[in-house]
């Protein structure tokens, strides 16, 4: 069984391009949030999850925050990605 994936993104972000790319070509099904539409109060539950972090993608893998597109390609890249998904 997979890990729920939760990445929350706004339109035009190439970053979120990008992670939800390289998620599609791996074949993780992921839930997309579009921050322009949550409630201030989900903002602030939010920025409490990930410490204050500003930017987006914000890429939640089950429970645990990963941080933003760069973080995904490099959790990618040394291998650590697929055991992160696999719970």
């Known amino acids: ?5 939760t990445i ?5 972000c190439p970053y ?3 992670a939800k ?3 599609s070509n791996k074949g ?8 322009p539409s949550i409630s201030s109060e989900e903002r602030q539950a939010l920025a409490q999850k990930t410490n204050n ?3 987006v993608p914000q890429i939640f893998i ?3 925050f990963i941080g933003g597109s760069d973080d995904l390609a490099k959790l990618e890249r040394d291998g650590s990605l ?3 998904l696999a719970g």
């Open 16 to 18: 979120c391009i990008r």
């Open 28 to 35: 993780v099904q992921f839930t997309e949030i579009n921050m």
């Open 62 to 64: 089950g429970e645990k």
């Open 8 to 12: 929350y993104t706004t339109t035009t």
């Open 1 to 5: 069984m997979s890990v729920p994936v």
């Open 53 to 55: 972090y500003r930017t």
């Open 82 to 84: 697929d055991a992160l």
């Open 21 to 23: 790319h390289l998620l």
